[in-house]
């Protein structure tokens, strides 16, 4: 019998759901913010989405290695 292992870790949706809020939030609360602001928000929120995108890029690459293994024979 093979230990169980545990799925890996899946993160990158925090990050997807974090630039959500900083590209929602500023305007809905600072509606007189200053431009530099907003164009901070939006940068955050970018970075962010780039940032989502490579951690998901990672979990799916370790999902696939994962899933090489044969399956358990009953």
Known sequence: MTPATEPPAQI???????????FALP??????????VRILTTVLGFVLIIAGG????????ERRSGSDEEPPSA
């Not at 305007?27 to 530099?36: C, G």
């Open 12 to 22: 990158a949706v925090w990050y997807f759901i974090g630039a959500t809020f900083a």
């Open 27 to 36: 305007p809905l609360l600072f509606q007189n913010a200053d431009p530099w």
């Open 54 to 61: 490579y951690q998901l890029n990672r979990e799916m690459r």
